[in-house]
């Protein structure tokens, strides 16, 4: 697209927003007769309660009185910044009375660092079309805290969670499985208070709990739990967990019981001859991958549940899901999402849950998952 600016003084003389008329300035190559022609034309006005007018008239004393004073700036800025800094560490320090460690993240260690907390703000733009915090948005806070718990306890590199002792081995994250339960969905504008801390689990797993809860209530809205494992960047292959790694993270790992315990329900593979909702042809975007080059985790929730029909999305909820991750997913992937209902798990006509698979074309399956949804207290119609 061109766009020509055209005006009845020159062939390139442009109104500039902020002046009255056509202005005398014209585009031309630095140097020219145009450059001082620019100086005089410009004129600015500030609303410091002292005006600057640049005129021709007015010599540099006159500029040099109108105009408002660095000095004097800095003097109204500094007391105003003072004031939102120390509210805001005001705010952060204090832990139900105690006193915690603060954080640049937005966050803060708890418990020695054991415990990251971070508190969310649901924007706008994290919201459904009920005006609820949407799935996405809160796998978005359990992979933010994970890493901001990282970040603050030092002990993070360059990589996308790796730490420092897992960057010289080239090693990276991958997430084994995941499971959430939802209790009440906050809203737009509620602020959550988010908690996360990490243990072993196994030789070679760490696994992550999370406790979201409402920050002016203090009612339990959502836990979760997943398990990690190490896979070499470069090979694609599971790697073992070596002391250097689990001797840098010991510090920040807590010895205690799972927050929730996973369904040991095994989940079931979903054919494309026995599903009863098919969708087929999504493509993921460079939108979807992140810095480990496949397809992120948190994108693959959003194709799975593609395949649950739009009328059990509009007149239930999601309360539970389980999902697990078995091979990667890369960007030139055609994927088709199925489900199948589970009639022997139908609880008095409140609660329905589905067998889920997301698949190549090929049928090699990229992730299995379990879902319960249970029916909206009210529905907004649109």
Not at 4 to 10: D, E, F, P, R
Not at 123 to 139: N, P, V
Not at 252 to 265: G, Q, S, V, Y
Not at 294 to 311: D, Q
Request: hydrophobic content about 35%.
């Amino acid at each position: 697209m061109i766009i020509k600016l055209i005006s009845s003084a020159t062939s390139f003389g442009v109104p500039l927003p902020f002046c009255r008329g056509t202005n005398n300035l014209n585009f031309s190559p630095a140097g020219g007769p145009e450059k001082k022609r620019h100086k005089q034309a410009c004129s600015f006005k500030f609303n410091f309660g002292i005006s600057s007018l640049s005129e021709k008239k007015k010599n540099k004393k006159e500029i040099a009185r109108a105009s408002p004073p660095t000095e004097i700036i800095s003097q109204l800025l500094v007391p105003i910044i003072n004031t939102v800094s120390t509210a805001t560490e005001e705010k952060w320090e204090l832990d139900n009375g105690k006193p915690g460690i603060v954080e640049p993240s937005g966050g803060r260690l708890l418990q020695g660092g054991i415990v990251f907390r971070q508190n969310f703000t649901i924007r706008s733009f994290e919201i459904g079309s009920d005006f609820r915090i949407s799935i996405e948005t809160l796998m978005n806070y359990l992979q933010e805290t994970s890493l901001n718990h990282l970040r603050s306890a030092g002990i993070l590199a360059d990589g996308f969670g790796s730490t420092l002792a897992m960057t010289a081995k080239d090693l990276i994250w991958v997430v084994c499985w995941s499971h959430v339960e939802v209790d009440y969905y906050p809203s737009w504008g509620d602020v959550v208070q988010v908690d996360a801390w990490m243990y072993r689990s196994g030789r070679n797993g760490i696994r992550r709990d999370w406790l979201i809860q409402d920050l002016k209530t203090g009612k339990t809205l959502i836990r979760a739990t997943s398990l990690f494992a190490m896979m070499n960047k470069k090979t694609r292959k599971f790697a073992k967990a070596s002391e250097e790694v689990i001797g840098e993270m010991k510090p920040f790992l807590m010895h205690c019981d799972p927050l929730i315990n996973k369904d040991t329900r095994k989940l079931l593979q979903v054919e494309t001859d026995t599903a009863d909702y098919i969708r087929t042809g999504l493509n993921p975007g460079w939108t979807d991958v992140d810095v480990n080059q496949h397809v992120n985790h948190i994108k693959l929730v959003n194709y799975v549940l593609e395949g649950v029909p739009p009328s059990i999305v509009e007149s239930h909820e999601l309360c539970a899901m389980t999902l697990e991750y078995r091979k990667e997913c890369s960007l030139d992937s055609v994927l088709q999402s199925l489900s199948k209902l589970n009639r022997n798990q139908l609880i008095y006509d409140q609660e329905i849950e589905f067998e889920h698979s997301l698949s190549l074309e090929c049928r090699l399956e990229i992730v299995r998952g379990r879902s319960r949804w249970r029916k909206k207290l009210c529905v907004i119609n649109t």
